[in-house]
Structures are given as C-alpha cells and as structure tokens.
C-alpha cells in the first residue's frame, strides 16, 4: 500500500492527483461558458419573486409553462420527462429535489469534489456546475439508472462492493459514475496511474483510494 493510497483525501491530496479534468469542467470554464447571458439570468432573478430565486421546477402541465419558466425535456435513465424550470435551476437540484434521485450526491456545491457527477449523453460532468436548462433534450444517467437494469447491481457497483471500495459512501455515487465513463473511454489507458489521473476530480474525505482503485480495475472489461 502506497502513502497515496491510505492518505489521499481533499485536504492532502497528491500533487499528481489532479490534473486531467477534461471530462470535469471547473468552475473558470462554467463561468466562462455561462458568458453574459448567464450572469443576466442570474440578475434577472433578483426581485422578481420569492420562487423565482430560490429556483422552481415542476412537471410540465398544459400547453404552456407559467410565466418565467421554461419547459424541457430530459431523457433521464431512460425516461422522457418533461419539466418547467426557472432559469436558474441547477440540474443537480432538479434531480435530487424534484425527481427524488436522491442517489446523486451535493458535496463542495463548485465543481471540486465529484460527489455530483452523472453522465449526460456519454460525458461525466459535475451537475452542480450546470443548468438544467442547458440540457433540454439531452440523455442524462445518474447513479440509479447505472447498471439498466432496476434493483441489479452494474459491473462497476459490483466492484465497489466486491472491494470495500467505500467508507461512508458519500462519495461513492461519484465515483461509480466516473469510474463507468473510465473504463468505457478508449483514450484512457488502462494502467493505475492513469486510471488515478483520470479519477482526480472526484474526492474521498475517507481516503478508500486504494480500494476504489481496485474496484475501477476489477470492472475493467465488463462495462
Ligand atoms: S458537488 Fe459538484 S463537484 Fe462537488
Ligand atoms: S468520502 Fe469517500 S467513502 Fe467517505
């Protein structure tokens, strides 16, 4: 067991533990996609109502959305649902406080811990650093919709299992679905430094480094 294994966490995290993060957007490259109409949205909220700054989502009724939301559609884990949203709903909270996929986990809220991750149409990206409203139409798949198959274990959370790749599990979700897009991206190679490089935007204040490692590669070949 290597020091970089047992003691990799947040707060002490590798030097070499970081650095790919094209799969996982920071905050500059959010702030800098978002642009001007971004921080006019975010301007535009304030005052108009209470609901409109806290963030609204409902599930599309008639044949227009009420006033100051718009409507989208989500392909999430297969199922086309269609929503109302104010502007500056983020897809994060969309998930886990109005679908009640609660699987998907709110750590850091900025882009840095990977607790949030989900894939949308194949990417891993960090759901607390995106609107809903920027992915009408897309297919989004989170922790709960990972394996296709309800109540069975995918080959990766077999392998989260099977190597006591958790300590808490907060992080885990996270992971899972990092892991997942890893193994399936061609352009990754397969050996363990490379699987850690590809791995560093997700954190665990646990440090199951080691185990989640094993995990990644004991999935290998099965996703
Ligand atoms: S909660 Fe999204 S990256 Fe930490
Ligand atoms: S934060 Fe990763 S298992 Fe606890």
């Known amino acids: 067991m290597t020091s970089r294994d047992q003691d990799s966490g947040p707060d002490n995290a590798p030097s070499d533990y970081h650095t790919d993060r094209s799969h ?4 500059r490259r959010f702030m800098k996609g978002l642009g001007m109409s971004g921080l006019a ?6 005052g108009v ?7 609204e989502v409902r599930r599309a ?6 006033e100051g939301l718009h409507r ?4 999430v884990n297969g199922k086309r649902l269609k929503l109302d949203v104010t502007p500056n709903v983020i897809l994060l909270d969309a998930l886990r406080d109005h679908l009640q996929l609660t699987g998907t986990k709110k750590g850091c809220d900025h882009g840095q811990c990977g607790a949030c991750n989900l894939h949308v149409n194949g990417s891993v990206i960090n759901s607390c650093l995106s609107l809903a409203v920027m992915h009408d139409g897309d297919e989004i798949t989170t922790i709960e919709g990972l394996s296709g ?3 069975k274990l995918g080959p990766v959370q077999q392998a989260f299992l099977e190597e006591d790749a958790y300590q808490c599990g907060y992080c885990t979700s996270g992971q899972m679905m990092t892991a997942d897009y890893v193994l399936r991206d061609e352009n990754i190679a397969s050996d363990d430094d490379s699987v850690r ?10 440090g199951a480094y080691k185990n989640i490692l094993a995990a ?4 290998r070949g099965k996703v």
């Not at 996982?24 to 905050?27: G, I, S, V």
């Not at 989208?72 to 392909?75: A, E, S």
């Not at 490089?197 to 646990?206: D, Y």
């Open 61 to 66: 009724e008639g044949d227009e959305p009420a």
């Open 149 to 151: 198959e309800p109540g």
């Open 216 to 219: 990644v590669q004991s999935a």
């Open 41 to 46: 949205t975010a301007s535009a909220g304030v």
């Open 72 to 75: 989208i559609t989500l392909v």
């Open 197 to 206: 490089e590809a791995m560093s935007g997700n954190l665990c204040r646990c």
């Open 24 to 27: 996982a957007p920071d905050r």
């Open 49 to 55: 109502s209470g609901a409109w700054a806290a963030g």
